[in-house]
């Protein structure tokens, strides 16, 4: 008889959904604002898909960008009713809030000056930045939040690939969370950015996983993540804060 001595690893996965998470904390469900969702159907569909996937709860985070999507606390809001209405009517057995995403740039300083933020789970506020250069401003604009009392989080840092692991280590030296895009671990978004995803999570500097949802394409990359044993092993394996907000 001939022994294996050495056996491969399973890939199948240990969890079967994101209910280890609990909550879903960057997503674009709010229609009709930014380029996330076009209508409050494709927002109920994407949100029965998330509850299908084991999320218990959803924090959608419209874009604030004054150069592409100018909106404010108001519009956002206004439209979240809208959503909140629908989600009631169809007796959707989920929680549901809302806040923003939003760009590091000069005029989000005076945000930060006027108080004038949308932020969940207490004093948690999601920023992203440029894809391209990072802010000159953004230890700046990180500092102005955490002197007022805001706990902020970076968006998707694995797509700031002109970074390098230990800037990341800086930011979150300097008081910053990190939220990594589910999707990225699929090489959704290319190499690079799945490459950079794995060596922040095994660096351990990866705080929270968020989907960014945005259309219901990005439910079915998904879909597909929650049947790969590699990516669920991995989730399972690793802490986030995902279920205390």
Not at 19 to 28: F, T
Not at 38 to 51: N, Y
Request: with cysteine; net charge negative; glycine share 6%.
């Amino acid at each position: 008889m001939i022994f294996q001595l050495f056996k491969k690893k399973s890939s199948r996965p240990i969890i079967s959904d994101f209910s280890i998470l609990g909550a879903d904390m960057h997503s674009h469900l709010v229609p009709g604002i930014d380029d996330g969702s076009k209508s409050v159907e494709m927002s109920l569909d994407m949100i029965r898909g998330l509850m299908a996937l084991g999320y218990q709860k959803i924090i959608t985070t419209p874009h604030i960008r004054p150069d592409y999507f100018p909106n404010t606390t108001e519009t956002i809001m206004t439209g979240f009713g809208e959503l909140q209405k629908a989600v009631e009517k169809e007796k959707l057995d989920i929680e549901l809030e809302c806040a923003a995403e939003y760009f590091v740039d000069y005029e989000f300083r005076e945000k930060i000056d006027n108080e004038d933020l949308l932020t969940f789970s207490g004093n948690h506020i999601l920023i992203e930045i440029s894809t391209f250069s990072p802010p000159p401003n953004l230890y700046e604009s990180i500092f102005q939040l955490k002197i007022k009392g805001y706990q902020p989080i970076v968006a998707h840092p694995e797509r700031y690939t002109y970074y390098q692991v230990d800037e990341f280590r800086k930011l979150k030296d300097f008081g910053c969370l990190l939220q990594v895009n589910t999707m990225s671990l699929t090489g959704h978004y290319g190499k690079p950015i799945k490459e950079l995803a794995q060596k922040l999570l095994k660096a351990d500097l990866v705080d929270l996983l968020g989907t960014d949802m945005h259309h219901p394409g990005h439910l079915e990359v998904l879909q597909k993540a929650s049947k790969d044993g590699k990516i669920m092993n991995l989730i399972a394996n690793k802490e986030f804060r995902n279920a205390t907000l």
